[in-house]
C-alpha cells in the first residue's frame, strides 16, 4: 500500500493555528470554554490546541480526556452500567461550552459516543467538534464546528494520523485499502 503524505509537520501546525483563532472568534474569548480529546489522539490535539489558545489569548483553557470505549455502538458486550474508564475532566462541565477533539472524522459514531459519554458527566451548555481531518461518509447527522482539512475519500482509503507524542512525527497519509 503507498500512503500519499496530505499533511506535513508545519501544515499540522498551521491547521492547528488557524482552528485556535475559529475556537476564539465563534466563542467570543474562551472564559467557558472547555477542551476534550478523544482518546488517543484527540487529546494530543486538543493539547495542542490549547497552547496555542493560550499564546493568542494569554488565557488558559481547560483541556480533558474522555475514553469513549464504553460507549462505543460496536462492543459486542455492552455494559449495563457504562463508566468513563480512563477519562479526565479537570473541572465541571456544567454551562460550559465544551469542544470534543479528534483526529478524524468518518462515519460520526466516535463522536455520538463522545456526545453520550459527556451527557453522562454533565450538562454542557453546547457541544462543538473540532477535527484535523474530515473525510467524509457520514452515517449519523454530525458536523464538525472546526475543520483541519477535509480530505474527501472513497470508502476503500484509510486516512493515517501521526503525531510525534503517540508516533514520534507529525503527519497525516492517504492510502488505498484494496492495492
Same mark, same amino acid.
Given at each position: 500500500?503507498?500512503?500519499?503524505?496530505?499533511?506535513?509537520?508545519?501544515?499540522?501546525?498551521?491547521?492547528?493555528?488557524?482552528?485556535?483563532?475559529?475556537?476564539?472568534?465563534?466563542?467570543?474569548?474562551?472564559?467557558?470554554?472547555?477542551?476534550?480529546?478523544?482518546?488517543?489522539?484527540?487529546?494530543?490535539?486538543?493539547?495542542?490546541?490549547?497552547?496555542?489558545?493560550?499564546? /493568542?489569548?494569554?488565557?488558559? #483553557?481547560?483541556?480533558?480526556?474522555?475514553? %469513549?470505549?464504553?460507549?462505543? @455502538?460496536? =462492543?459486542? +458486550?455492552?455494559?449495563?452500567?457504562?463508566?468513563?474508564?480512563?477519562?479526565?475532566?479537570?473541572?465541571?462541565?456544567?454551562?460550559?461550552?465544551? /469542544?470534543?477533539?479528534?483526529? #478524524?472524522?468518518?462515519?460520526?459514531?466516535? %463522536?455520538?459516543?463522545?456526545? @453520550?459519554? =459527556?451527557? +453522562?458527566?454533565?450538562?454542557?451548555?453546547?457541544?462543538?467538534?473540532?477535527?484535523?481531518?474530515?473525510?467524509?461518509?457520514?452515517?449519523?447527522? /454530525?458536523?464538525?464546528?472546526?475543520?483541519?482539512?477535509?480530505?474527501?475519500?472513497?470508502?476503500?482509503?484509510?486516512?493515517?494520523?501521526?503525531?510525534?507524542?503517540?508516533?514520534?512525527?507529525?503527519?497525516?497519509?492517504?492510502?488505498?485499502?484494496?492495492?
Amino acid at each position: 500500500m503507498d500512503a500519499k503524505e496530505i499533511l506535513d509537520e508545519k501544515a499540522i501546525s498551521r491547521a492547528l493555528t488557524r482552528l485556535a483563532h475559529e475556537v476564539i472568534e465563534r466563542n467570543e474569548g474562551v472564559d467557558s470554554v472547555v477542551l476534550v480529546g478523544i482518546k488517543t489522539r484527540g487529546i494530543y490535539l486538543a493539547n495542542r490546541l490549547a497552547a496555542r489558545i493560550k499564546s /493568542i489569548e494569554k488565557k488558559e #483553557v481547560a483541556v480533558g480526556e474522555l475514553d %469513549i470505549t464504553n460507549y462505543r @455502538d460496536d =462492543l459486542k +458486550d455492552k455494559m449495563l452500567d457504562p463508566k468513563l474508564l480512563g477519562s479526565i475532566l479537570p473541572m465541571s462541565i456544567e454551562s460550559k461550552t465544551v /469542544i470534543l477533539v479528534d483526529d #478524524v472524522l468518518f462515519t460520526g459514531r466516535t %463522536i455520538r459516543a463522545a456526545m @453520550d459519554a =459527556l451527557m +453522562d458527566v454533565g450538562r454542557p451548555q453546547r457541544i462543538q467538534l473540532a477535527v484535523l481531518i474530515d473525510r467524509g461518509h457520514r452515517e449519523l447527522p /454530525i458536523r464538525p464546528d472546526y475543520i483541519g482539512k477535509n480530505v474527501p475519500t472513497s470508502k476503500e482509503e484509510a486516512i493515517a494520523v501521526q503525531l510525534s507524542e503517540v508516533d514520534g512525527s507529525d503527519k497525516v497519509t492517504i492510502e488505498s485499502k484494496n492495492e
